[in-house]
């Protein structure tokens, strides 16, 4: 375990609110859509900056501590590809926007860093007072796996959102978007536009992701500073990777399988790990291997398009001036207006 003081975790919070503080402030204070080759240069800064921390963390603390930052950072980066899955559907459903989608993240991916330092903080404490949570963690792992593996393609309605329910029924909702507000004045009220009910569900969704991809670090290492660095750089590259994989990610179909794959893999090295040791160096090697073997297999057999996934370039009126309440077709292909999303009536009402 490195031998981490209490400035650690502050320089390293420091760095995280810095770097929010320079993108929403700076690069994105004005919404805008944006682009492929904005997102491309955005996700090669995090992920070159996640590179200088591993190397920082072989100078201070060896290469062991390195590849196990390494190995837990790519894991989240592959497991933020099926969130993104899940947050195209989302958007599409209720027509956000394309200037939107970008604060909508940010503030999802705020309250997500929140979220999962404390599901860290809490995973740290139980394993430390009660081993028998760790093989607790590894047959969830397995048994997640093995859904990932046989479910179906996703879909999303907010018909059958338990979550849109139960926001519905807290939040006084208006039935169209209001520019990148969250909240509005109406009528003297102040009341909920569709943009907070879809952040309330991207961070719903990120709630459901944490619960396996956090007990999935904790099988590489117990060092909370290493499962919460590693954890925290993929959050941080959620944003961009999302607006440069959103429309093309349909493709890798056959990701889902190597995901599941991995989560079984690191599933049983948890429940084994007393029996077989597995060194870090080949887990980082099955992981990236299982990876690449499953994006280049998806490239190389494609399969004929079925779903109409509409990712934040899909919907061009979606980023004009005034076409604000614009929506986009759901991933089903139909017509829908945010009003009948938010308002509860059935798709196509209204």
Do not use: C
């Not at 330092?117 to 404490?125: D, E, K, N, P, S």
């Not at 479910?151 to 926001?167: C, G, I, N, P, Y």
């Not at 169209?176 to 509005?184: C, M, S, Y």
Request: net charge neutral.
């Amino acid at each position: 375990m490195i031998a981490t003081n209490l400035w650690f975790w502050v320089g390293f919070n420091a760095f995280v609110l810095g770097m929010l503080a320079l993108d929403l402030g700076v690069f994105h204070r004005k919404a805008h859509v944006v682009s492929p080759k904005e997102a491309g240069a955005w996700t090669a800064v995090w992920v070159t900056l996640a590179l200088l921390f591993a190397a920082g963390l072989w100078a201070y603390a060896g290469s062991e501590a390195a590849l196990t930052f390494l190995t837990g950072y790519v894991i989240e980066e592959a497991l933020s590809v099926d969130n993104i899955f899940v947050i195209v559907l989302i958007f599409a459903y209720f027509g956000v926007p394309l200037k939107y989608q970008h604060r909508v993240l940010f503030w999802g991916i705020l309250g997500a860093l929140v979220m999962r330092g404390a599901f860290i903080a809490v995973g740290t404490l139980l394993i430390s007072r009660f081993e028998w949570v760790l093989y607790l963690f590894g047959a969830l792992l397995v048994i997640t796996g093995a859904r990932m593996a046989l479910k179906h393609e996703e879909s999303f309605d907010a018909e059958e959102s338990t979550v849109a329910r139960l926001a519905r029924r807290v939040l006084p909702l208006t039935k169209r978007i209001d520019g990148p507000h969250f909240l509005v004045r109406e009528n003297g009220r102040t009341m909920a536009t569709p943009l907070l009910l879809v952040l309330v569900l991207v961070e719903a969704t990120d709630l459901m992701f944490a619960i396996d991809s956090i007990p999935a670090i904790f099988s590489i290492t117990r060092d909370p500073f290493l499962v919460y660095t590693s954890n925290i750089f993929a959050v941080l590259g959620l944003r961009s990777l999302y607006f440069l994989l959103a429309h093309v990610v349909q493709k890798f179909y056959l990701l889902r399988f190597g995901l599941a794959v991995i989560l079984v893999f690191i599933g049983l090295k948890m429940l084994g790990e007393h029996y077989v040791h597995i060194p870090i160096a080949v887990s980082l090697g099955v992981v990236a291997g299982v990876l690449a073997l499953s994006v280049v297999a998806s490239l190389l057999f494609p399969r004929p398009e079925k779903l109409d996934l509409h990712g934040p370039h899909a919907n061009p009126r979606a980023g004009r001036e005034g076409d604000d309440d614009s929506s986009g077709p759901p991933a089903s292909g139909g017509a829908l207006d945010p009003a009948a999303a938010v308002g509860g009536a059935p798709p196509g009402a209204g």
